[in-house]
């Protein structure tokens, strides 16, 4: 059984899927609210676990980006997906960084999300092509001060990894924009190492990194 936490502000959404989770017998939906402050500040959702907890990004009073740091303490087992029209890169970028573990377009079809939420709950992250875009043109601009001198020793796919690291990004993450696989971002990562004669990300961070 996987549990779910919904928190979306869309009245037509929310209800057509919980009739959707309700005739799903390996769905459990613990709760449903359209606020994050009806969350926070009723003392019983904070004593469930749910698995998967979907969040819409605009929503009334507290938004979704700005909650999504105070829901990672709240639940921090649960994995947290965004569901969301926005598409503004700045906005894609936060919640990626901040700890969400999905970020999806709507629309977006019922048997998709189940897909997705079966696969975050697995430990993967799922985030929708136009978003990963976004994500790597944020990146190209971010990446424009990082220090230039050791680029001669790596290789284009091993500079394009050391960008995604220097960002935060876990393995899962890199595979996915990069569509590669998480052992061939592991070997990368391997390579990358040796040629720097490092043994970490922090020093990868002091090398590369203005100071």
């Not at 059984?1 to 309700?22: A, H, P, Q, Y």
């Not at 990963?132 to 284009?156: F, G, Q």
Request: with cysteine; proline share 5%.
């Amino acid at each position: 059984m996987t549990l779910i936490g919904m928190i979306e502000d869309s009245l037509v959404l929310r209800k057509n899927l919980e009739k959707m989770f309700e005739y799903d017998r390996e769905m459990e939906l613990l709760f449903s609210v359209p606020s994050i402050e009806q969350v926070i500040c009723q003392p019983a959702y904070q004593k469930v676990h749910p698995d998967v907890l979907l969040l819409d990004i605009e929503l009334p009073g507290i938004s979704g980006l700005d909650a999504i740091p105070r829901l990672r303490k709240m639940f921090p087992s649960t994995a947290i997906m965004v569901i969301t029209g926005n598409v503004d890169e700045e906005v894609i970028w936060k919640a990626t960084v901040g700890g969400a573990k999905g970020y999806l377009l709507k629309p977006v079809s019922y048997s998709e999300l189940r897909d997705h939420i079966l696969h975050i709950k697995e430990g993967n992250t799922i985030i929708s092509p136009e978003a990963a875009n976004s994500l790597v043109r944020k990146l190209n601009v971010m990446v424009e001060d990082r220090k230039p001198e050791y680029d001669h020793v790596l290789t284009k796919k091993e500079s394009e990894v050391v960008e995604y690291f220097l960002r935060g990004f876990t393995y899962k993450q890199i595979a996915m924009c990069m569509q590669i696989s998480v052992s061939t971002v592991n070997d990368h990562q391997k390579k990358i190492y040796k040629k720097l004669n490092i043994t970490s990300k922090y020093e990868l961070m002091a090398k590369l990194l203005p100071n």
